[in-house]
């Protein structure tokens, strides 16, 4: 009777090197994430050291150094206020663009009356840009505080709404769902708290995800109308004196703030559906 | 004897199914299609009838209709006499899907129904544990939500997901049809387990001969354009059945009656496909 055993290759050092390179590395996905910062920086100094002009210009944009120290600048002379004011826009606009887009979006999804009543309206003001309710904000609004607050309300405002509406309605079309409940006997109260709130939870996860991104988006927009102090305003002064490093500094740091904070909605929203499993092509 | 005993003990139970003159017609504008016609139906309490025949003869629609998740065109169903008029939990259903609230631990999936009738905690708790026990998913109860279950589990929590409610009948939709042939053997034998333990009436859809032999008291075949119950009948085989009496000479004489039964109707449903 024979058997083949097959015999263990010898290992070369090279390798080995190579495994552990892999694990350490490429395997590693906090690694790949620096990696894309180092590259997307690293060809940002590329382009500004050889001067880059073919269509596009990189010959006056600040380098990442330029940008660095500037940002060292800002940092060293007392920043918190421009954060902290920024910060305070965008959170207060955010907050009630959730509960109002949520609660509306629900809503709206649930009964066909409540989406006659205040769909259309809502969809005419939908494809206004932040930047065009300026003029309005400052004739609406007791003081350029809340009127900033409010640009920022629309960002994130619509992108909330539509996908809670969505995120319902697609529970609801869901035929089966809907009968389980309907066959234990459940009302129409059941069915709303026990089937299409959930159910409409991943939609309205990324509602809020993607309504933190664009309340960051319109703080440039909210910080033009008025004020000394925010981040984006910072950015359009740097602009208005033609002193371009802030600007792109202004820019990355809205970015930063932006991304942290979608992170974290991300986080919270994925801690609220435990159920949820996501698998990737080429994850572990 | 033990039959005569089973019949009388059938009288006084709950589950009587009575379906009248019951036609579904979808109209378009000139052109009509007969999903049900006339269906002419009595189902005793307790009794396990298996609704049998090729795709688009209508068993699905009938049994929607039983649940009352769909409205008849014309007659009626009464459950124990009361008309049926949209979907209760007197009517458990399993879906041929997998159809457990992905939200939802296995446990609070099977409370569910006692929950929304405002069953005290404790009772519930006792209930559904019971239940769980009885196919195996106890330890299955808390920690796991439905996708962590295989397809076997998921139908057998759908299955005590209805039977909690303690259902006069019980309506299921091909709901081991998405089974391995393994595992759908051993979903049998278990459903008529529990089905001896509870007499609840069952009303069972499929389109595999051997399953509706197996499982049933009587097997109604259905035909179609338009979709009809074609014949009713009786399967005497002893029970408790297990998985080696469909080998027996009476098993294999009674398939071939019914796929003698249900081919012309078949061949007529392959012919308007093509």
């Not at chain 1, 800002?74 to 920043?79: I, Q």
């Not at chain 2, 209508?58 to 049926?84: C, E, H, R, W």
């Not at chain 2, 996708?147 to 939709?173: F, T």
């Not at chain 2, 389109?207 to 009786?234: N, Q, W, Y």
């Given at each position: 009777m024979?058997?083949?055993v097959?015999?263990?290759?010898?290992?070369?050092?090279?390798?080995?090197?190579?495994?552990v390179?892999?694990?350490?590395?490429?395997?590693?996905?906090?690694f790949?994430?620096v990696l894309?910062?180092?590259?997307?920086?690293g060809?940002?100094?590329?382009?500004?050291?050889?001067?880059?002009?073919?269509?596009?210009n990189?010959?006056?944009?600040?380098?990442?150094?330029?940008?660095?120290f500037?940002?060292?600048?800002?940092?060293?002379?007392?920043?918190w206020i421009?954060f902290?004011?920024?910060?305070?826009?965008?959170f207060?606009?955010?907050?009630?663009?959730?509960?109002?887009?949520i609660?509306?979006?629900v809503l709206?999804g649930?009964f066909?009356?409540?989406?006659?009543?205040f769909?259309?309206?809502?969809?005419?003001?939908?494809?206004?840009?932040a930047?065009?309710?300026?003029?309005?904000?400052?004739?609406?609004?007791p003081?350029?505080?809340?009127g900033?607050v409010?640009?920022?309300?629309?960002?994130a405002?619509?992108?909330?709404?539509?996908?809670t509406?969505?995120?319902?309605e697609?529970?609801l079309?869901?035929?089966v769902?809907?009968?389980v409940?309907q066959c234990?006997?459940?009302?129409?109260?059941?069915?709303?708290?026990?089937i299409?709130?959930?159910?409409s939870m991943?939609?309205?996860?990324?509602?809020?995800?993607?309504?933190m991104?664009?309340?960051?988006?319109?703080?440039?927009?909210?910080?033009?109308?008025?004020?000394?102090?925010?981040?984006?305003?910072?950015?359009w002064?740097?602009?208005?004196?033609?002193?371009?490093?802030?600007?792109v500094?202004?820019?990355?740091?809205?970015?930063?703030?932006?991304?942290?904070?979608?992170?974290?909605?991300g986080r919270?929203?994925?801690?609220?559906?435990?159920?949820?499993?996501?698998?990737?092509q080429?994850?572990g | 004897?033990?039959?005569?005993?089973?019949?009388?003990?059938?009288?006084?139970?709950?589950?009587?199914v009575?379906?009248e003159?019951?036609?579904?017609?979808?109209?378009?504008?000139?052109?009509?299609?007969?999903?049900?016609?006339?269906?002419?139906l009595?189902?005793q309490?307790?009794?396990?009838?298996?609704?049998?025949?090729?795709?688009?003869?209508?068993?699905s629609?009938?049994?929607?209709?039983?649940a009352?998740?769909?409205?008849?065109s014309a007659?009626?169903?009464?459950?124990?006499q009361?008309?049926i008029?949209?979907?209760?939990?007197?009517?458990?259903f399993v879906?041929?899907?997998?159809?457990?609230?992905?939200?939802?631990?296995?446990?609070?999936?099977?409370?569910?129904g006692?929950?929304?009738?405002?069953?005290?905690?404790?009772?519930?708790?006792?209930?559904?544990?019971?239940?769980?026990?009885?196919?195996g998913l106890y330890?299955?109860?808390?920690?796991?939500?439905?996708?962590?279950?295989?397809?076997?589990?998921?139908q057998?929590?759908?299955?005590?997901?209805?039977?909690?409610?303690?259902?006069?009948?019980?309506?299921?939709?091909?709901?081991?049809?998405?089974?391995?042939?393994?595992?759908?053997?051993?979903?049998?034998?278990?459903?008529?387990g529990?089905?001896?333990?509870?007499?609840?009436?069952?009303?069972?859809?499929?389109?595999?001969?051997?399953?509706?032999?197996f499982?049933?008291?009587?097997?109604?075949?259905?035909?179609?354009?338009?979709?009809?119950?074609?014949?009713?009948?009786?399967?005497d085989?002893?029970?408790?059945?297990h998985?080696?009496d469909?080998?027996?000479?009476e098993?294999?004489?009674?398939?071939r009656?019914?796929?003698?039964c249900?081919?012309?109707?078949?061949?007529?449903?392959?012919?308007?496909?093509?």
């Amino acid at each position: 009777m024979a058997v083949t055993v097959s015999k263990p290759v010898p290992t070369r050092w090279f390798g080995r090197i190579g495994d552990v390179l892999k694990t350490l590395f490429w395997g590693n996905r906090p690694f790949r994430r620096v990696l894309a910062l180092m590259i997307f920086f690293g060809v940002w100094q590329f382009l500004c050291a050889i001067n880059f002009d073919f269509f596009i210009n990189f010959q006056l944009i600040p380098s990442p150094w330029e940008v660095l120290f500037a940002t060292i600048d800002f940092v060293t002379s007392d920043p918190w206020i421009h954060f902290r004011s920024s910060i305070q826009r965008v959170f207060f606009g955010y907050l009630a663009a959730s509960v109002l887009g949520i609660i509306l979006g629900v809503l709206i999804g649930w009964f066909e009356a409540v989406e006659d009543l205040f769909l259309p309206p809502l969809e005419l003001l939908r494809p206004i840009p932040a930047v065009a309710w300026i003029p309005l904000a400052i004739l609406m609004f007791p003081n350029a505080e809340s009127g900033m607050v409010y640009i920022t309300f629309i960002g994130a405002f619509f992108p909330m709404l539509i996908s809670t509406i969505r995120g319902v309605e697609s529970t609801l079309s869901d035929t089966v769902l809907i009968r389980v409940g309907q066959c234990l006997g459940a009302n129409s109260w059941h069915i709303f708290k026990d089937i299409v709130i959930p159910g409409s939870m991943p939609s309205i996860a990324s509602g809020l995800t993607i309504g933190m991104g664009n309340a960051w988006f319109c703080l440039v927009t909210a910080e033009i109308l008025a004020g000394r102090y925010g981040v984006g305003y910072i950015t359009w002064e740097s602009y208005v004196t033609s002193n371009y490093p802030p600007i792109v500094m202004g820019m990355l740091l809205i970015g930063l703030m932006g991304a942290l904070s979608s992170w974290a909605v991300g986080r919270a929203t994925n801690a609220l559906m435990p159920w949820r499993v996501i698998n990737k092509q080429g994850g572990g | 004897m033990v039959t005569m005993q089973r019949t009388a003990e059938r009288q006084t139970l709950k589950g009587a199914v009575q379906v009248e003159g019951l036609s579904v017609v979808y109209r378009r504008k000139n052109y009509e299609n007969r999903v049900l016609d006339s269906i002419q139906l009595s189902i005793q309490p307790g009794e396990f009838v298996c609704l049998l025949g090729p795709s688009g003869c209508g068993k699905s629609t009938l049994l929607n209709v039983i649940a009352g998740f769909l409205k008849p065109s014309a007659g009626y169903v009464l459950v124990d006499q009361m008309p049926i008029s949209r979907p209760g939990a007197d009517r458990g259903f399993v879906f041929q899907q997998y159809s457990l609230l992905p939200w939802k631990t296995t446990f609070q999936n099977i409370e569910l129904g006692l929950k929304i009738r405002g069953v005290p905690k404790a009772e519930r708790t006792e209930r559904v544990h019971e239940y769980l026990n009885r196919v195996g998913l106890y330890k299955h109860r808390s920690s796991s939500y439905p996708h962590q279950l295989s397809g076997g589990m998921q139908q057998r929590a759908s299955i005590i997901r209805a039977l909690v409610n303690s259902p006069s009948v019980l309506l299921m939709d091909e709901p081991f049809a998405a089974l391995d042939a393994q595992t759908r053997h051993m979903m049998q034998e278990m459903l008529l387990g529990i089905w001896d333990d509870l007499k609840t009436t069952v009303i069972f859809v499929t389109h595999d001969i051997e399953e509706a032999i197996f499982l049933g008291d009587r097997i109604c075949t259905m035909g179609v354009h338009p979709g009809r119950i074609k014949s009713e009948i009786p399967i005497d085989l002893p029970r408790p059945r297990h998985f080696d009496d469909t080998l027996s000479k009476e098993f294999l004489a009674l398939n071939r009656q019914v796929f003698n039964c249900i081919r012309e109707e078949t061949m007529k449903s392959m012919e308007e496909s093509f």
